[in-house]
């Protein structure tokens, strides 16, 4: 896939990922955004190297959707615990 259809599902991934996890990111809109770009990377860069499942041409993939949400899913909830609600 290339860097724009990352890009992509990076931007879906967030989506979902801040569907599933509501509320209020210490970075707000744009840090929640590049988080989800940035999970979507790590994710199909951990299902690749630990899960043996090579990133597909396709973005329509199930694995790869999947693990693209599932790295945003991980990287929101570190980035919220590392550093909590700071917009109070």
């Known amino acids: 896939m290339g860097v724009i259809a990352w890009l992509m599902l990076g ?4 989506a979902i990922a801040k569907a599933i ?5 210490p970075g707000g809109c744009v840090g929640t955004t ?10 199909g ?3 690749a190297h630990f ?3 090579p990133v597909q041409r396709e973005i329509f993939d199930a694995a790869t ?3 693209a949400i ?6 929101l909830i570190a980035y ?5 609600n700071s917009r109070d």
């Open 34 to 43: 590049f988080i989800g770009i940035a999970g979507a990377f790590v994710g």
């Open 21 to 25: 996890l509501p509320g209020r990111d």
């Open 80 to 84: 919220r615990l590392l550093f909590g």
């Open 65 to 67: 959707r999947g693990s």
């Open 51 to 53: 899960l043996d499942r």
């Open 70 to 75: 599932a790295g945003a899913l991980a990287l």
């Open 11 to 14: 931007l879906l991934a967030e």
């Open 45 to 47: 860069w951990l299902s």
